[in-house]
């Protein structure tokens, strides 16, 4: 199984508060993506990054920031979480992007906003 | 319309049927091509990629039809463990990957 952990792994909140999504990997891959998975969506990229300090909008990105301090570490910020963000997040990492490579998926964080 | 459409199913089969899977895909410069499979409440994993000359994996083979922009997945002699929800994964390039909503399988006894 590839190297990554994402924490916490299940989550309940309150509407407009904050929330951190944490992804670590231990595969030193460069590219690292956030997914989120809704029922009858598949998966959709929030954001992604390409190396520390580089990260690129995903096709569902509003609302949602994100930060690569280390290579190992991707966290996913919901500044102030709503209901629609109820889902399941996924975090991925690939070792040089997704053209023709493997991408590997963590365990995935339930988050529940009531 | 959706970027990459599947049947949802569920598909119910016995053991040892053969059972396909079909996906479309709306972008034409799409660039690679990939089934993986998911479990219940797990992460996806990667099944295996889809070249324009098909290509097959033991009981499973995949197939691409750039033309039609369409792509299979045939699994034979299914087994239990084949149970599994089946993700169509269409790379349009630039890291961005797109997922279809996924086919649900289940092989029964």
């Known amino acids: 199984d590839a190297g990554i952990t994402q924490s916490p792994r299940h989550k309940v909140t309150e509407t407009g508060t904050p929330v951190t999504l944490r992804c670590h990997q231990t595969?030193?891959?460069?590219?690292m993506y956030w997914y989120r998975q809704d029922p009858g969506h598949g998966l959709r990229l929030i954001h992604y990054?390409?190396?520390?300090?580089?990260?690129d909008k995903g096709e569902v990105s509003d609302g949602y920031s994100v930060s690569r301090s280390k290579t190992e570490d991707f966290l996913l910020t919901l500044e102030s979480a709503t209901s629609s963000q109820t889902s399941v997040y996924f975090c991925a990492i690939s070792e040089s992007g997704t053209a023709g490579n493997t991408i590997y998926f963590g365990e995935g964080s339930w988050l529940t906003v009531v | 319309r959706k970027e990459v459409e599947q049947d949802p199913g569920p598909f119910n089969v016995p053991e040892g049927a053969t059972v396909a899977f079909n996906c479309t895909y709306s972008n034409s410069a799409s660039q690679s091509f990939f089934w993986y499979r998911q479990d219940c409440r797990k992460e996806p994993k990667l099944l295996m990629s889809?070249?324009?000359s098909g290509n097959e994996d033991g009981r499973f083979t995949a197939q691409l039809n750039r033309a039609s922009q369409y792509i299979s997945l045939l699994i034979r002699d299914s087994k239990l463990s084949d149970s599994a929800t089946y993700l169509c994964v269409v790379n349009k390039g630039n890291n961005d990957m797109r997922f279809g909503a996924g086919t649900r399988l289940t092989v029964k006894p």
């Open positions: 595969e030193n891959h460069r590219y």
């Open positions: 990054s390409y190396g520390v300090k580089d990260t």
């Open positions: 889809v070249y324009s």
